[in-house]
Every structure is written in structure tokens, then in C-alpha cells.
């Protein structure tokens, strides 16, 4: 059974792959679909936007395909970046910049914030199933750590003492908002054979 991951971020489809290592599927990315074109991701909501590419997806491999929209909500900022997380600033560490410049004067205990990961499996035969993780944490004064990938290095998780991108990837997955979603699709594909 081929599943096909709708992104080519090399991280996500690793750590995708990591956690879903004990299942008896193939896991494609959009790199084995160089001809597919952009999709355009305008919803509302992290949902909105993970079943916007799954549908697509699927619709275009003639595959099963999974989506994540993930974000990182900062309740100072009234739940920004949230879905214009990955075009808050150009580059990563821009986008890590201007997060920390916005909250430079915020104190300890309003640095709340959280990530959230909607994901999305989109079958050809049109059935859908979606499910949503989120991990709460802080966002820290400066960066720090050199793991994981995008608002990690900012995102500081007090029951491990770490940023995220501090904590070695079996950490991260297991508490992270994707390993959360992860684990609720890994339990739904055994229980409900989803990927028939």
C-alpha cells in the first residue's frame, strides 16, 4: 500500500516516516510527483488547510494521501503566526527573528503559545479522516538548540526543560503536536484499516 505524504519538507517526511515506521507501507513525498502543481493553501484554519492538500493530493497521485497544516499559535500575539506560520518572514531564521522581536518586551508568564498539527488523510474514492495534536510550551528569548526545524529552536517545552530543538528526535516525537496526530492516525489505519 503506497501512502503519500503531501509536502516536500524533508523534515516533516522524516519524522512522518520515523513514527510510522511499524506500519507495512511505502511513504511517498511530493519530490516522486515532480509535475504536480502548487497548491494553494487559503483556509481559515490548519484543518482547512491539511484537507485542502490531502484532497488534492490523492486526487492527482491516485493515492492515499496524508496532509499536515502545523503552525505555531502565540497567545501574546493573539494566536499569530498560526496558518501564515511558514510565511510569517521569508527564511526560517527571519521568521525566528521577528517572532522573538515581537515579544521582546513581553514577560515570562504571557509567553504561552502552542503548536498545533492538523492532519488529514484524503483517499481517491473520496473518504476522509482527519484528527488535530497540539503541545503547549513557551516561546524563549533567544534561540537556542540546533535540532528540528522551523520555531523550534524558540519553542521551549517545561517538562522536558528544553526547547525542541534541543530535545533529540524520539523526545520530540513523543510529545510533539505531529507525534500527537501521528499516534491518533497510526491507532485509526490499524483499528479502521483507513488505507484500504
Same mark, same amino acid.
Given at each position: 500500500?503506497?501512502?503519500?505524504?503531501a509536502?516536500?519538507?524533508?523534515?516533516?517526511?522524516?519524522e512522518?516516516?520515523? *513514527?510510522l515506521?511499524?506500519?507495512?507501507?511505502?511513504?511517498l513525498?511530493?519530490?516522486?510527483?515532480? &509535475?504536480?502543481?502548487?497548491?494553494?493553501?487559503?483556509?481559515?484554519?490548519?484543518?482547512?488547510?491539511?484537507?485542502?492538500?490531502?484532497?488534492f493530493?490523492?486526487?492527482f /497521485?491516485?493515492?492515499?494521501?496524508?496532509?499536515?497544516?502545523? &503552525?505555531?499559535?502565540?497567545?501574546? *500575539?493573539?494566536?499569530?503566526?498560526?496558518v501564515?506560520s511558514?510565511r510569517?518572514?521569508? /527564511?526560517?531564521?527571519?521568521?525566528n527573528?521577528?517572532?522573538?522581536k515581537e515579544?521582546e518586551?513581553?514577560?515570562d508568564?504571557?509567553?504561552?503559545?502552542?503548536f498545533?498539527?492538523?492532519?488529514?488523510?484524503?483517499r481517491?474514492?473520496?473518504?476522509?479522516?482527519?484528527?488535530?495534536?497540539?503541545?503547549e510550551?513557551?516561546?524563549?528569548?533567544s534561540?537556542?538548540g540546533?535540532g528540528?526545524?522551523?520555531?523550534?529552536p524558540?519553542?521551549?517545552?517545561?517538562?522536558l526543560?528544553?526547547?525542541?530543538?534541543?530535545?533529540?528526535?524520539e523526545?520530540?516525537?513523543?510529545?510533539?503536536h505531529?507525534?500527537?496526530?501521528?499516534?491518533?492516525?497510526?491507532?485509526?489505519?490499524?483499528?479502521?484499516n *483507513?488505507?484500504?
Amino acid at each position: 500500500m503506497k501512502l503519500v505524504i503531501a509536502t516536500g519538507n524533508k523534515g516533516k517526511i522524516s519524522e512522518i516516516r520515523e *513514527l510510522l515506521n511499524d506500519i507495512p507501507i511505502d511513504i511517498l513525498s511530493l519530490t516522486h510527483f515532480p &509535475g504536480m502543481p502548487e497548491i494553494i493553501e487559503d483556509g481559515a484554519i490548519f484543518l482547512d488547510n491539511a484537507l485542502i492538500k490531502a484532497r488534492f493530493t490523492a486526487k492527482f /497521485t491516485g493515492h492515499p494521501s496524508l496532509a499536515d497544516d502545523s &503552525g505555531l499559535e502565540v497567545d501574546a *500575539l493573539s494566536g499569530k503566526p498560526g496558518v501564515l506560520s511558514a510565511r510569517y518572514a521569508p /527564511t526560517t531564521e527571519e521568521r525566528n527573528y521577528k517572532l522573538l522581536k515581537e515579544l521582546e518586551s513581553v514577560p515570562d508568564h504571557l509567553r504561552t503559545a502552542r503548536f498545533v498539527c492538523a492532519l488529514a488523510l484524503a483517499r481517491p474514492d473520496g473518504f476522509e479522516w482527519s484528527t488535530t495534536g497540539t503541545c503547549e510550551g513557551s516561546i524563549t528569548y533567544s534561540v537556542s538548540g540546533d535540532g528540528g526545524f522551523g520555531y523550534d529552536p524558540v519553542f521551549y517545552y517545561q517538562p522536558l526543560g528544553k526547547t525542541f530543538a534541543e530535545l533529540s528526535r524520539e523526545e520530540k516525537n513523543s510529545v510533539s503536536h505531529r507525534g500527537k496526530a501521528l499516534r491518533a492516525f497510526k491507532k485509526a489505519v490499524l483499528a479502521e484499516n *483507513l488505507l484500504k
